[in-house]
């Protein structure tokens, strides 16, 4: 996502950081919610430093039914553009 907004003169004068990408991303269009991804990204960084076996189920739980659905969301915009 960054390098598509990168691309399209989108990230000019920001801070490049991650939720400002996903800032970027919502406002361009190419994600539904920049929540969800800035959620994602916060879980995974509590999963890399987490040796608690119910909320490491509770993240797994997560990327089941929430964030594997707005990756192929994601996946499936740049496969649009990709095709057009």
């Given at each position: 996502?960054?390098?598509?907004?990168?691309?399209?003169g989108?990230?000019n004068?920001?801070?490049?950081?991650?939720?400002?990408?996903?800032?970027?991303?919502?406002?361009?269009?190419?994600?539904?919610?920049?929540?969800?991804?800035?959620?994602?990204?916060?879980?995974?960084?509590?999963?890399?430093?987490?040796?608690?076996?119910?909320?490491?189920?509770?993240?797994?739980?997560?990327?089941?039914?929430?964030?594997?659905?707005?990756?192929?969301?994601?996946?499936?915009?740049?496969?649009?553009?990709?095709?057009?």
């Amino acid at each position: 996502m960054k390098d598509y907004l990168e691309y399209n003169g989108s990230l000019n004068n920001i801070d490049i950081s991650p939720r400002n990408i996903f800032k970027e991303g919502y406002s361009a269009k190419i994600i539904n919610s920049q929540d969800d991804f800035i959620d994602m990204m916060l879980r995974r960084n509590l999963l890399s430093h987490t040796y608690d076996f119910v909320k490491f189920k509770e993240i797994i739980k997560r990327i089941e039914n929430n964030y594997l659905k707005i990756l192929n969301e994601l996946y499936n915009f740049f496969l649009d553009k990709i095709n057009d």
